[in-house]
């Protein structure tokens, strides 16, 4: 069972459009973070939501915490080619780092 | 310096070979972890360390081997492995790992392929 489901899995828009990924599980979270991945790198931290409700905004990217802290979704407006990669949101434990399946983003020019 | 530093970055190797896998921080970090990621897939936890003693084994093959050898060495040593086992292999490390806002910092990754 997968403790982080991502939606959607591949998601490939035009340049300029705005775009939203989910992340969801059964379980609540004590945080949960947001990994950005991109073709022949490893994952880079985009951000830590802990706060139920909580709203963090990283230039066009915005991360929401749920209110009860069970999911989180990733807003990216005005999307650009240079977003392209892959979404990772993770589940940090006492002693893991687990990630959802990820959502494969494409922009294209 | 907040690098993650990966060696090699690609490697073949016959399924009779013995190679070691080498990843590097200088951050003080004293957690570190070994992850499998295969092509369009999600990172995969095998082995975490905290402080140079192994902690997390997730009923990893042993014919994966980790070794811990100081606070800023982490090897992943490998031995008959199979051709399924061609995978991307992360090293990465972070601060005391009960620290809810830990960052992981990841390395680039060894592209592994094994014929």
């Known amino acids: 069972t997968q403790l982080l489901e991502q939606s959607p899995q591949f998601l490939s828009i035009q340049e300029g459009e705005n775009l939203t990924v989910y992340c969801n599980s059964s379980s609540v979270f004590s945080s949960l973070q947001w990994y950005r991945q991109e073709p022949g790198e490893g994952p880079v931290l985009l951000v830590t939501v802990v706060t139920g409700g909580e709203v963090k905004k990283l230039k066009r990217l915005t991360f929401q915490f749920g209110d009860a802290r069970k999911d989180s979704s990733l807003h990216i407006t005005a999307a650009q080619p240079g977003d392209t990669g892959l979404y990772l949101c993770a589940l940090k434990g006492a002693q893991k780092l687990v990630f959802g399946q990820g959502t494969r983003l494409t922009i294209n020019p | 310096d907040t690098e993650v530093t990966q060696t090699p970055k690609h490697l073949v190797m016959g399924m009779t070979n013995k190679k070691s896998l080498k990843c590097e921080q200088h951050?003080?970090?004293?957690?570190m972890y070994w992850y499998k990621q295969k092509a369009k897939k999600p990172p995969e936890l095998m082995f975490v360390y905290s402080y140079e003693k192994l902690s997390i084994n997730e009923s990893v093959p042993s014919r994966f081997s980790p070794e811990c050898p100081n606070s800023s060495l982490l090897n992943l040593h490998l031995h008959a492995l199979q051709p399924e086992d061609s995978a991307l292999y992360l090293c990465a490390s972070s601060q005391v790992y009960a620290v809810v806002n830990t960052e992981a910092f990841f390395g680039q990754g060894t592209r592994l392929t094994v014929v």
């Open positions: 951050m003080g970090h004293r957690a």
